[in-house]
């Protein structure tokens, strides 16, 4: 818990290793904290402004501006009802309230069971289908308060499992591509083709 | 280089202003002041609070901007007048009220708040706000010195940009975002820094408050002085503020040569000791039969006297002898040099404990602070600023950003190393020919290369960093020097003669008619001093603000000097060094007595008084013209305008002092007062920069009529006649101290050169005596080389002892960064510093504790 | 006519295979091999692309704007968290690797060390289907070193966001980048293409921007220009939600058709419910000012959208019909705002969350007469004149995006807001 360690900590440290400056690793890593616990624990904040050679102020300073990151407990799915225009023209409130009876919690909160914590969340981008819902960011919609209800059960009888993984995980398709070609490298070799096509451009105005 | 100049036309004026400026200080400087909150002139802009918003011109016409973020620009129009400028400022200070709490009344920033000041000038007076207000726990201690009450925090960053940017230590940083930010530390860890006081300064409400401060005072029962904060000799320019008769806060000044408005909390926090009287020396006390009691002053002198006479009569006059600290005032440093060199005539005296031959190379040459971060490279020689200057610290990170080339030469990893391009070991073997290695590192270029010398580890004698810096002096012409040497007034002591080998000035002329014929002190420093009177040499040991404790003498030790010789200690506070002492004098300590002191640039400032000296203490000065009086030479020193008249008379560095120097300029003149010119406009007081220095008065030395001795001292208060006893004697050129081998070799298999790094916080019975401050000491701590500690047969975290001239036991640890040849320990208790066996470089056996 | 939605019609358009058979890199390949950076630079602003990511500002001359430096970045903005748009949304998901071959054709273009492509964070399919198309394209030689053999090479690093909508806005989007909070950076000085991440000179253009950059290579800049009219030119996806009966993301050629037909439309939104009656619409996200009824005939370009008094910004349209409260709308646009505000500025974090109570306790029935002065006075506050394009007492637009919901309801809906004040309640709760 908490601190990165093995396969993780191997992700972590290719993360922090793709950026001209390994702050810029922050967000990620703080996801691959979440992916890790389900939040971000002091623990890992502290590992992370190790990681990338800020303090651990800086490192929650930055993290707790930002919405997806977690700093207590949350259940394993996270559900977002959003009410934002578009929902709310199509019963986003309402979808809510349904949500709240259904689960037994009000947002913000989670389930007894540890299972769900409901959240009213932003806009998401998929008002096409309002009102729509996210599990885990993964995206539903149209939905009612029936298949709200429908969906709950899908996830306490594990039907959902291969669609959506445990609160945190966000992309599971990882970088499989070579390191990174060093910025230095590539400034260096665009200098060069940049001066050989001026000189070029020159001798043709010639 | 001069400015290049911009036409601006500020509300219809036309002016030329320094391309760059600020709109903001371009609108200061004809007098119309913005409302501000976030900006601050000693930090980046960063537009946010959008309180200065003026209308600038621009391509599409008058816009809204912030004038504390936009530069002004050639044929730039400002309006800062409009209806459109005063909506939108009051439209501001509307929304910063809006979830501002209405404790003004109960609030330490209260009646010197600016954004009480500036909604009364800019608001609209009337709320219209109905919601509930933002709600937080109040306040939170976010260290041993801060309270945070979000409450009233108006998110400007200035507190977050000054940990990260000024100071290098983001321990505190904005969490969460929107209308929920607010400032937070990460978790547990503490906002322990340095330099957190200034946070509490630069707030421009009452979010940030110091804890030692707290319900304290009120900003109007506050009588505030010019001062000079007396912790190092970096001499920051402070306001000192007191309140019936107790020191309640001090607060830094904008000096624009100096600290730039910047505080160490050492400094800052060091007045809750002065009000500490459990821990000061109030009365006189003499020792009858091995018992102390009160005496009178006039007994006090008179038994001083007594003892000197009687040690003369045997030994001679160098059986009298003179220690003091550097932290004695300018006046009180003259009077005792004056005393010892002229009126008892001994060649004992050492008030700047052996750091006067570093002070000699540095005086000839000596750099002012603005000179050394504009320096082509600058040579860290054995300082680490952070630990003994440390407003300097904050001052070279700027410069270092702005591509200061840093050369550091220390014994182990300092602050200064992740800022330096080189780092040059400084190692017993090498002192020999470090100097060319340093030369040999130095990058081409034009301009001044100077050399910033400390007094890092103290467990080596200043005369080895005497030795490495005339050397490098010599290696590197033209080098210029800026010491960061200890002690408040040490540049001010060793200038006014009260070290070896010097006389008043540094002066090589002729010995004014004032003096008889003062004797040659170029002898021995405090050490010689010391083994001269442990060998029973001494008949009587006068030291100046000065506990041997800190120069690394037990309390036992102590006591058996004191059975060697009578100790007479002029003291502020109780040490063991008092209390071993035949006679102790009361000295009136910082904040009750107004001077002068010389910082490390050479640069003279005032003292400011803000109480009455405790109890009955005296100023050093008076204490030594009583003494003098009752060896029958008064010395002709009755005031300090006496003091000051004989200073010009010494010429030297002093040609020129007039007491009209220091209201000549803001930041205080640079010795030779002969060579310095007083230029530079005077600073507009920014009240939201430093809200609290409002009404600070300028003190300095005292020239106030009446100020003289005590009637009862003097007895009859005739003026004395002034002597002419002019001897026209040339004073000696060079400084001949004692000299320490530059070859310092390899330390046996067991044993190790020490390494006492000297740190902020330091046991000394000042600090013990300091409630705000006394738990921010550090453990005792022994660092070695994971190789020596291999070959000791322990492993880290095992106890191991030190061997010195006592034996100190501790855990220690395995670190790379410690040389083979070195054991670096730190302390706790003032008990470390016993392990400094006062000749050369320390040499210690490491061993293991069974068990 | 279809450009960057070409591919949509088949389900399988995500894929390596779909994308290779439907002319997949083609472009890449003649850009890197047949033209210089410079003619394909010169070819975008032929096409006068223009910026999609709302403030629709010629993607050829910003890229002209470049400061000349060593090093320079790209970054492509899929932060795309603007009410009521959802385009990007489909074009990461659906088609990753026309976005993975613009942006390479965007590095080569602009000569950048670096290209990131900045992915809202709840995008997590989206994030794994560009990943996906990013190793895919490392794989297949079309990305890294020496691409197609061409000797250009450029790594693209796909970096999350975590939930933040102020990250959209591009300055605030690489302090996000550089492991800071979205703090937006003030303009001047810190225009990307002059300071952009890590003080480099940077451009930063939309996903859908971007993903028109291969059909303009291939079909060279005149034939993209030569769709649309005026300065609108080639196609644009709209996303059109609200209280219409199909919602969706549609590609139309630009001000070929009006917000009518984009809302009643049969090919397109086929009009709203039975018997309602439409009062408002939203043209270009939740931040631009609301249109009326009248304002329906007017066509879905830049300039005639500006000039008649609001902005096609992100390219979304919110449709009102009389069943839903005025009130409540302002109020919800007004409170997204409030709690996305960065929290620099003072009028933004203050008056945001201010002007948000104050809806709250009118829409709930607590509402006083003298609010509504009130709002438009602290609206006046935020954005001086409360004009459009707006003034700002801030550094970025997002406060200064409140006042025209707040504005528009108060001026057209006004008696709504005095009979929630009179009768207590929401009349349409
Ligand atoms: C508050 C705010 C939010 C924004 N959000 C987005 C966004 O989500 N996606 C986007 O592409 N541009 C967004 N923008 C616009 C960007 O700042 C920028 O103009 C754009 O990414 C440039 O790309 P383009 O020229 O290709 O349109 C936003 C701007 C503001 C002020
Ligand atoms: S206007 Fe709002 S979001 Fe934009 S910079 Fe200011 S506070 Fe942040
Ligand atoms: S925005 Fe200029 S002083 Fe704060």
Same mark, same amino acid.
């Given at each position: 818990?908490?601190?990165?360690?093995?396969?993780?900590?191997?992700?972590?440290?290719?993360?922090?290793?793709?950026?001209?400056?390994?702050?810029?690793?922050?967000?990620?890593?703080?996801?691959?904290?979440?992916?890790?616990?389900?939040?971000?624990?002091?623990?890992?904040?502290?590992?992370?402004?190790?990681?990338?050679?800020?303090?651990?102020?800086?490192?929650?300073?930055?993290?707790?501006?930002?919405?997806?990151?977690?700093?207590?407990?949350?259940?394993?799915?996270?559900?977002?009802?959003?009410?934002?225009?578009?929902?709310?023209?199509?019963?986003?409130?309402?979808?809510?309230?349904?949500?709240?009876?259904?689960?037994?919690?009000?947002?913000?909160?989670?389930?007894?069971?540890?299972?769900?914590?409901?959240?009213?969340?932003?806009?998401?981008?998929?008002?096409?289908?309002?009102?729509?819902?996210?599990?885990?960011?993964?995206?539903?919609?149209?939905?009612?308060?029936?298949?709200?209800?429908?969906?709950?059960?899908?996830?306490?009888?594990?039907?959902?499992?291969?669609?959506?993984?445990?609160?945190?995980?966000?992309?599971?398709?990882?970088?499989?591509?070579?390191?990174?070609?060093?910025?230095?490298?590539?400034?260096?070799?665009?200098?060069?083709?940049?001066?050989?096509?001026?000189?070029?451009?020159?001798?043709?105005?010639? | 280089?001069?400015?290049?100049?911009?036409?601006?036309?500020?509300?219809?004026?036309?002016?030329?202003?320094?391309?760059?400026?600020?709109?903001?200080?371009?609108?200061?400087?004809?007098?119309?002041?913005?409302?501000?909150?976030?900006?601050?002139?000693?930090?980046?802009?960063?537009?946010?609070?959008?309180?200065?918003?003026?209308?600038?011109?621009?391509?599409?016409?008058?816009?809204?901007?912030?004038?504390?973020?936009?530069?002004?620009?050639?044929?730039?129009?400002?309006?800062?007048?409009?209806?459109?400028?005063?909506?939108?400022?009051?439209?501001?200070?509307?929304?910063?009220?809006?979830?501002?709490?209405?404790?003004?009344?109960?609030?330490?920033?209260?009646?010197?708040?600016?954004?009480?000041?500036?909604?009364?000038?800019?608001?609209?007076?009337?709320?219209?706000?109905?919601?509930?207000?933002?709600?937080?726990?109040?306040?939170?201690?976010?260290?041993?010195?801060?309270?945070?009450?979000?409450?009233?925090?108006?998110?400007?960053?200035?507190?977050?940009?000054?940990?990260?940017?000024?100071?290098?230590?983001?321990?505190?940083?904005?969490?969460?975002?929107?209308?929920?930010?607010?400032?937070?530390?990460?978790?547990?860890?503490?906002?322990?820094?340095?330099?957190?006081?200034?946070?509490?300064?630069?707030?421009?409400?009452?979010?940030?408050?110091?804890?030692?401060?707290?319900?304290?005072?009120?900003?109007?029962?506050?009588?505030?002085a010019a001062s000079t904060?007396?912790?190092?000799?970096?001499?920051?320019q402070?306001s000192?503020?007191?309140?019936?008769?107790?020191?309640?806060?001090?607060?830094?000044i904008?000096s624009d040569a100096?600290?730039?408005?910047?505080?160490?909390?050492?400094?800052?926090?060091?007045?809750?000791?002065?009000?500490?009287?459990?821990?000061?020396?109030?009365?006189?006390?003499?020792?009858?039969?091995?018992?102390?009691?009160?005496?009178?002053?006039?007994?006090?002198?008179?038994?001083?006297?007594?003892?000197?006479?009687?040690?003369?009569?045997?030994?001679?006059?160098?059986?009298?002898?003179?220690?003091?600290?550097?932290?004695?005032?300018l006046?009180?440093?003259?009077?005792?040099?004056?005393?010892?060199?002229?009126?008892?005539?001994?060649?004992?005296?050492?008030?700047?404990?052996?750091?006067?031959?570093?002070?000699?190379?540095?005086?000839?040459?000596?750099?002012?602070?603005?000179?050394?971060?504009?320096?082509?490279?600058?040579?860290?020689?054995?300082?680490?600023?952070?630990?003994?200057?440390?407003?300097?610290?904050?001052?070279?990170?700027?410069?270092?950003?702005?591509?200061?080339?840093?050369?550091?030469?220390?014994?182990?990893?300092?602050?200064?190393?992740?800022?330096?391009?080189?780092?040059?070991?400084?190692?017993?073997?090498?002192?020999?020919?470090?100097?060319?290695?340093?030369?040999?590192?130095?990058?081409?270029?034009?301009?001044?290369?100077?050399?910033?010398?400390?007094?890092?580890?103290?467990?080596?004698?200043?005369?080895?960093?005497?030795?490495?810096?005339?050397?490098?002096?010599?290696?590197?012409?033209?080098?210029?020097?800026?010491?960061?040497?200890?002690?408040?007034?040490?540049?001010?002591?060793?200038?006014?003669?009260?070290?070896?080998?010097?006389?008043?000035?540094?002066?090589?002329?002729?010995?004014?008619?004032?003096?008889?014929?003062?004797?040659?002190?170029?002898?021995?420093?405090?050490?010689?001093?010391?083994?001269?009177?442990?060998?029973?040499?001494?008949?009587?040991?006068?030291?100046?603000?000065?506990?041997?404790?800190?120069?690394?003498?037990?309390?036992?030790?102590?006591?058996?000097?004191?059975?060697?010789?009578?100790?007479?200690?002029?003291?502020?506070?109780?040490?063991?060094?008092?209390?071993?002492?035949?006679?102790?004098?009361?000295?009136?300590?910082?904040?009750?007595?107004r001077g002068s002191v010389?910082?490390?640039?050479?640069r003279m400032l005032r003292l400011g008084e803000?109480?009455?000296?405790?109890?009955?203490?005296?100023?050093?000065?008076?204490?030594?013209?009583?003494?003098?009086?009752?060896?029958?030479?008064?010395?002709?020193?009755?005031?300090a305008g006496?003091?000051w008249?004989?200073l010009k008379?010494?010429?030297?560095?002093f040609?020129g002092v007039e007491p009209s120097i220091f209201s000549s300029t803001l930041d205080g003149p640079l010795l030779?007062v002969?060579?310095w010119e007083a230029g530079g406009a005077p600073r507009?007081l920014?009240?939201?920069?430093?809200?609290?220095?409002?009404s600070v008065s300028r003190q300095g030395p005292d020239f106030r009529a009446?100020?003289?001795?005590?009637?009862?001292?003097?007895?009859?208060?005739?003026?004395?006649?002034?002597?002419?006893?002019?001897?026209?004697?040339?004073?000696?050129?060079?400084?001949?101290?004692?000299?320490?081998?530059?070859?310092?070799?390899?330390?046996?298999?067991?044993?190790?050169?020490?390494?006492?790094?000297?740190?902020?916080?330091?046991?000394?019975?000042?600090?013990?005596?300091?409630?705000?401050?006394?738990?921010?000491?550090?453990?005792?701590?022994?660092?070695?080389?994971?190789?020596?500690?291999?070959?000791?047969?322990?492993?880290?975290?095992?106890?191991?002892?030190?061997?010195?001239?006592?034996?100190?036991?501790?855990?220690?640890?395995?670190?790379?960064?410690?040389?083979?040849?070195?054991?670096?320990?730190?302390?706790?208790?003032?008990?470390?510093?016993?392990?400094?066996?006062?000749?050369?470089?320390?040499?210690?056996?490491?061993?293991?504790?069974?068990? | 006519?279809?450009?960057?939605?070409?591919?949509?019609?088949?389900?399988?358009?995500?894929?390596?295979?779909?994308?290779?058979?439907?002319?997949?890199?083609?472009?890449?390949?003649?850009?890197?091999?047949?033209?210089?950076?410079?003619?394909?630079?010169?070819?975008?602003?032929?096409?006068?692309?223009?910026?999609?990511?709302?403030?629709?500002?010629?993607?050829?001359?910003?890229?002209?704007?470049?400061?000349?430096?060593?090093?320079?970045?790209?970054?492509?903005?899929?932060?795309?968290?603007?009410?009521?748009?959802?385009?990007?949304?489909?074009?990461?998901?659906?088609?990753?690797?026309?976005? /993975?071959?613009? $942006?390479?054709?965007? %590095? @080569?273009? #602009? &000569? !950048?060390?670096?290209?990131? *492509?900045?992915?809202? +964070?709840?995008?997590?399919?989206?994030?794994?289907? /560009?990943?996906? $198309?990013?190793?895919? %394209? @490392?794989? #297949? &030689? !079309?990305?890294?070193?020496? *691409?197609?053999?061409? +000797?250009?090479?450029?790594?693209?690093?796909?970096?999350?966001?975590?939930?933040?909508?102020?990250?959209?806005?591009?300055? !605030?989007?690489?302090?996000?980048?550089?492991?800071?909070?979205?703090?937006?950076?003030?303009?001047?000085?810190?225009?990307?293409?002059?300071?952009?991440?890590?003080?480099?000179?940077?451009?930063?253009?939309?996903?859908?921007?971007?993903?028109?950059?291969?059909?303009?290579?291939?079909?060279?800049?005149?034939?993209?220009?030569?769709?649309?009219?005026?300065?609108?030119?080639?196609?644009?996806?709209?996303?059109?939600?609200?209280?219409?009966?199909?919602?969706?993301?549609?590609?139309?050629?630009?001000?070929?058709?009006?917000?009518?037909?984009?809302?009643?439309?049969?090919?397109?939104?086929?009009?709203?419910?039975?018997?309602?009656?439409?009062?408002?619409?939203?043209?270009?996200?939740?931040?631009?000012?609301?249109?009326?009824?009248?304002?329906?005939?007017?066509?879905?370009?830049?300039?005639?959208?500006?000039?008649?008094?609001?902005?096609?910004?992100?390219?979304?349209?919110?449709?009102?019909?009389?069943?839903?409260?005025?009130?409540?709308?302002?109020?919800?646009?007004?409170?997204?705002?409030?709690?996305?505000?960065?929290?620099?500025?003072?009028?933004?974090?203050?008056?945001?969350?201010?002007?948000?109570?104050?809806?709250?306790?009118?829409?709930?029935?607590?509402?006083?007469?003298?609010?509504?002065?009130?709002?438009?006075?602290?609206?006046?506050?935020?954005?001086?004149?409360?004009?459009?394009?707006?003034?700002?007492?801030?550094?970025?637009?997002?406060?200064?995006?409140?006042?025209?919901?707040?504005?528009?309801?108060?001026?057209?809906?006004?008696?709504?807001?005095?009979?929630?004040?009179?009768?207590?309640?929401?009349?349409?709760?």
């Amino acid at each position: 818990m908490g601190r990165f360690e093995g396969e993780l900590l191997v992700r972590a440290e290719k993360v922090a290793g793709l950026y001209p400056d390994p702050r810029s690793a922050i967000i990620p890593l703080c996801h691959l904290a979440q992916e890790q616990d389900g939040y971000v624990t002091e623990e890992a904040i502290a590992h992370i402004a190790e990681l990338v050679g800020a303090t651990g102020a800086e490192v929650q300073g930055t993290a707790s501006f930002y919405d997806m990151f977690k700093f207590e407990p949350v259940g394993e799915y996270v559900i977002g009802v959003c009410t934002n225009i578009s929902c709310m023209l199509r019963g986003g409130y309402g979808l809510l309230e349904a949500a709240s009876s259904t689960l037994g919690v009000p947002p913000g909160e989670t389930t007894p069971d540890g299972m769900f914590t409901l959240e009213e969340v932003e806009c998401v981008a998929h008002c096409d289908k309002a009102p729509a819902v996210q599990i885990n960011y993964r995206y539903f919609g149209p939905v009612d308060s029936e298949g709200f209800a429908e969906l709950v059960g899908q996830l306490r009888s594990g039907e959902l499992d291969g669609q959506i993984p445990k609160h945190g995980t966000l992309g599971r398709v990882l970088r499989d591509a070579p390191p990174l070609i060093p910025v230095e490298e590539i400034d260096a070799e665009r200098a060069r083709q940049d001066g050989e096509r001026e000189a070029r451009a020159a001798s043709r105005e010639v | 280089m001069p400015d290049e100049m911009v036409s601006v036309t500020l509300d219809g004026q036309v002016v030329q202003v320094p391309k760059g400026t600020p709109i903001i200080e371009a609108l200061d400087q004809i007098g119309v002041h913005i409302p501000r909150f976030c900006y601050h002139s000693r930090m980046k802009a960063v537009g946010v609070c959008r309180m200065c918003l003026v209308e600038v011109s621009g391509p599409r016409g008058f816009s809204i901007q912030p004038s504390c973020y936009l530069a002004v620009a050639e044929g730039m129009e400002v309006v800062t007048t409009s209806e459109k400028v005063k909506k939108a400022q009051s439209g501001v200070i509307e929304f910063l009220l809006a979830n501002h709490p209405l404790d003004c009344p109960v609030c330490d920033k209260g009646g010197e708040c600016p954004l009480q000041d500036q909604a009364f000038a800019h608001g609209a007076g009337e709320t219209r706000y109905v919601e509930e207000k933002r709600h937080y726990a109040k306040p939170i201690p976010i260290s041993r010195l801060i309270n945070l009450d979000r409450e009233r925090c108006i998110q400007c960053d200035r507190c977050t940009r000054f940990a990260d940017e000024v100071a290098g230590e983001a321990l505190i940083d904005f969490r969460g975002r929107g209308n929920a930010i607010r400032i937070s530390t990460f978790s547990s860890v503490e906002f322990d820094s340095y330099f957190s006081g200034n946070v509490t300064q630069i707030c421009p409400v009452g979010a940030l408050t110091a804890t030692p401060y707290r319900f304290k005072a009120r900003p109007w029962d506050l009588t505030q002085a010019a001062s000079t904060c007396g912790w190092c000799s970096m001499g920051c320019q402070v306001s000192v503020q007191a309140s019936q008769n107790e020191l309640t806060r001090m607060l830094g000044i904008d000096s624009d040569a100096v600290n730039h408005s910047w505080l160490c909390d050492r400094g800052r926090f060091g007045i809750a000791e002065v009000n500490n009287r459990d821990a000061r020396v109030l009365v006189p006390t003499a020792k009858a039969n091995g018992i102390r009691g009160e005496v009178s002053w006039a007994s006090a002198a008179a038994t001083v006297a007594r003892l000197v006479k009687q040690a003369r009569a045997s030994g001679g006059n160098a059986s009298v002898a003179v220690i003091g600290s550097g932290r004695l005032n300018l006046e009180d440093s003259y009077a005792w040099a004056k005393l010892a060199l002229d009126v008892v005539g001994t060649p004992l005296v050492d008030g700047v404990l052996g750091q006067g031959e570093v002070a000699s190379t540095w005086f000839e040459r000596a750099a002012s602070i603005d000179q050394a971060l504009a320096a082509r490279a600058l040579i860290a020689l054995n300082v680490e600023p952070k630990e003994e200057v440390p407003v300097l610290h904050l001052r070279l990170r700027e410069a270092v950003g702005n591509g200061l080339h840093l050369i550091e030469v220390n014994s182990t990893a300092t602050s200064l190393s992740p800022m330096a391009a080189t780092s040059i070991q400084l190692s017993p073997e090498g002192v020999g020919g470090l100097a060319e290695a340093v030369a040999a590192s130095l990058p081409d270029g034009d301009g001044d290369v100077v050399i910033l010398v400390g007094g890092r580890n103290r467990a080596m004698d200043p005369a080895i960093t005497g030795g490495i810096l005339r050397d490098l002096v010599a290696a590197v012409p033209g080098a210029r020097i800026l010491s960061a040497l200890g002690a408040s007034n040490v540049h001010g002591a060793f200038l006014a003669g009260l070290a070896p080998g010097v006389l008043p000035g540094a002066a090589r002329g002729a010995v004014p008619s004032t003096w008889r014929s003062p004797a040659d002190s170029g002898r021995a420093n405090y050490a010689g001093i010391l083994r001269a009177a442990a060998a029973g040499e001494v008949g009587v040991l006068l030291l100046l603000d000065c506990d041997l404790e800190e120069v690394g003498l037990t309390p036992e030790a102590i006591e058996a000097l004191g059975e060697r010789c009578a100790l007479v200690s002029l003291a502020s506070y109780e040490s063991a060094t008092t209390r071993a002492a035949a006679v102790t004098l009361p000295l009136a300590t910082w904040g009750e007595a107004r001077g002068s002191v010389v910082n490390g640039e050479g640069r003279m400032l005032r003292l400011g008084e803000q109480l009455e000296p405790a109890g009955l203490s005296k100023p050093g000065w008076v204490a030594a013209s009583l003494i003098a009086g009752d060896l029958g030479d008064d010395m002709s020193i009755l005031t300090a305008g006496d003091i000051w008249a004989e200073l010009k008379a010494w010429g030297g560095a002093f040609a020129g002092v007039e007491p009209s120097i220091f209201s000549s300029t803001l930041d205080g003149p640079l010795l030779p007062v002969a060579r310095w010119e007083a230029g530079g406009a005077p600073r507009a007081l920014d009240p939201v920069a430093t809200p609290g220095i409002s009404s600070v008065s300028r003190q300095g030395p005292d020239f106030r009529a009446g100020a003289v001795l005590d009637p009862y001292a003097v007895g009859t208060g005739a003026a004395p006649s002034a002597k002419v006893l002019a001897s026209g004697r040339e004073v000696p050129a060079a400084v001949a101290s004692e000299r320490v081998p530059m070859e310092l070799g390899v330390p046996g298999e067991d044993e190790a050169w020490l390494i006492l790094s000297r740190r902020v916080y330091e046991a000394d019975a000042r600090l013990a005596a300091n409630p705000a401050l006394a738990s921010f000491v550090r453990g005792d701590r022994v660092r070695v080389s994971p190789a020596r500690l291999a070959r000791l047969g322990a492993s880290d975290g095992d106890r191991v002892q030190v061997v010195g001239p006592v034996v100190l036991q501790a855990v220690a640890h395995a670190d790379d960064a410690i040389p083979d040849w070195a054991v670096a320990v730190e302390g706790r208790t003032i008990a470390v510093t016993h392990l400094i066996d006062g000749a050369g470089w320390s040499r210690v056996r490491l061993e293991r504790l069974d068990g | 006519m279809r450009i960057v939605g070409a591919r949509l019609e088949h389900a399988d358009s995500h894929t390596l295979e779909r994308f290779l058979a439907t002319g997949g890199n083609n472009a890449l390949r003649k850009a890197l091999l047949e033209m210089t950076p410079e003619a394909v630079a010169a070819e975008v602003l032929t096409a006068n692309l223009l910026g999609r990511g709302g403030a629709g500002f010629e993607a050829g001359r910003k890229w002209g704007m470049l400061r000349k430096a060593k090093r320079r970045y790209l970054v492509v903005n899929g932060d795309e968290s603007e009410p009521a748009t959802f385009k990007d949304h489909l074009l990461v998901e659906r088609d990753p690797h026309q976005l /993975v071959e613009g $942006a390479t054709i965007a %590095a @080569y273009a #602009i &000569g !950048a060390s670096l290209a990131v *492509i900045y992915l809202r +964070g709840e995008f997590a399919l989206g994030l794994e289907r /560009v990943q996906e $198309a990013i190793n895919d %394209a @490392y794989r #297949i &030689g !079309a990305l890294g070193r020496d *691409i197609f053999g061409s +000797g250009f090479s450029v790594d693209i690093v796909l970096q999350p966001g975590a939930g933040a909508y102020i990250c959209g806005e591009e300055t !605030a989007l690489l302090e996000s980048l550089e492991g800071n909070r979205g703090f937006p950076r003030i303009k001047p000085p810190y225009f990307p293409a002059v300071i952009g991440l890590y003080g480099d000179p940077t451009i930063v253009n939309n996903v859908e921007t971007v993903s028109n950059l291969p059909w303009i290579v291939e079909n060279g800049g005149e034939a993209f220009k030569s769709l649309g009219s005026g300065r609108s030119t080639g196609t644009r996806l709209f996303a059109l939600s609200g209280q219409v009966n199909r919602p969706g993301v549609y590609e139309v050629e630009m001000t070929k058709i009006t917000f009518r037909d984009l809302i009643f439309g049969e090919e397109f939104g086929q009009g709203l419910a039975p018997s309602r009656s439409l009062t408002a619409f939203i043209p270009g996200g939740a931040s631009s000012p609301w249109f009326f009824p009248e304002h329906l005939d007017l066509p879905l370009g830049q300039d005639e959208v500006a000039k008649a008094g609001s902005m096609l910004g992100s390219g979304s349209v919110i449709v009102m019909d009389d069943s839903s409260c005025p009130v409540r709308s302002a109020w919800r646009i007004a409170r997204f705002f409030a709690r996305e505000s960065c929290g620099q500025c003072t009028p933004c974090r203050e008056g945001g969350t201010w002007i948000d109570r104050i809806m709250e306790r009118i829409e709930r029935g607590n509402g006083r007469e003298e609010d509504l002065d009130l709002l438009l006075d602290l609206c006046d506050n935020i954005s001086p004149g409360v004009v459009w394009p707006p003034a700002q007492t801030t550094i970025c637009v997002l406060g200064p995006s409140i006042p025209p919901a707040i504005s528009a309801a108060i001026s057209r809906f006004r008696d709504d807001f005095l009979l929630h004040i009179k009768e207590g309640r929401c009349p349409h709760a």
